[in-house]
């Protein structure tokens, strides 16, 4: 049976405008960094992407890396697309990045020109799209000149295949550097892409949060959640279908101190007086300031996807609760 998506899709999602930009993003965006490579259910990966768009959730994030292997879930998704949503692509926004290893050799890897915009094409093929909406360097590399990697950027937007470009661990010293460049050139620098949650600060310390709001630059952050530390996923033990049980590298044993279970438990605590997950405090608080345009989630099944939307159920948090909060980081 063909897709129909709800008709009410966009009656609930709040949509931030993403720095001084015209593009606006939903304020829950999906990202198909896990559980889209060739490994996992093809249709649970539909379900998902059915489920998201339904809620309004328009942004589509993934980059060339992704799956696993590496390419997989760009060709995934563009199956899903072509099979499912290739009407409704206008309504769509769509990322990519390139700049961690694709393929051997020295051109398959961190930000020179010849491997930004191979990469791109090769993304693009396997998408079965002629551009996309962002087109971003996913992270700095410090033996290309800046101006190469930033110029390359700009090329995909001369090109057409890229509407807007961003950049994606980026320092706030590398990203004045990169928006001067790019501000120079005119081109259409609209977002940052950092990791970001209670338990990952770092942008705030470093400033790059305050620069990139007070220079108009959208900023949608990645693992907002800190790879499922911030559910209740991990307080009464590991299980071993989870990231940490199996063990993947983006989560071990070691990342679940006495110390953070006891944070976790505390922070749960204060979720389900307001009536909330884990999962959807955890959302609100990096949403919390206006500052943050995006929280990018990833999903395993169709079910996570609705739970975390419904954090905009009760969006915002009093002065009392960020205190309490802080408290409990701080210990």
Known sequence: MAYIPNGDRYSNMKYNRCGKSGLQLPAISLGCWHNFGYNDSFENMRQMTFTAFDLGVTHFDLANN????????????????????????????????????????????????????????????????????????????????????????????????????GISNYTKEQTERAYGILKELKTPFVIHQPSYSMFNRWIETDGLKDYAHDIGIGIIVYSPLAQGLLTTKYINGIPRDSRMGKQTGFLSQKDLTEDKLAKIKALNEIAARRGQSLAQLALVWVLRDGKVTSALIGASRPEQIAENVRALDNPNLSDEEINEIETILNQ
Request: proline share 8%.
């Open 66 to 165: 992704y799956g696993p292997p590496p390419g997989s879930a760009e060709e995934n998704f563009g199956k899903i697309l072509k099979q499912d949503l290739k009407q409704y692509r206008d309504e769509m926004i769509i990322s990519t990045k390139a700049g961690f290893r694709m393929w051997p050799g020295p051109y398959g890897d961190w930000g020179s020109r010849k491997y930004l915009l191979a990469s791109l094409d090769q993304s693009l093929k396997r998408m079965g799209l002629d551009y996309v909406d962002i087109f971003y360097s996913h992270r700095p590399d410090p033996d290309t000149p800046m101006e190469e990697t930033m110029y390359a950027l700009d090329s995909a937007v001369r090109q057409g295949k890229a509407l807007y470009v």
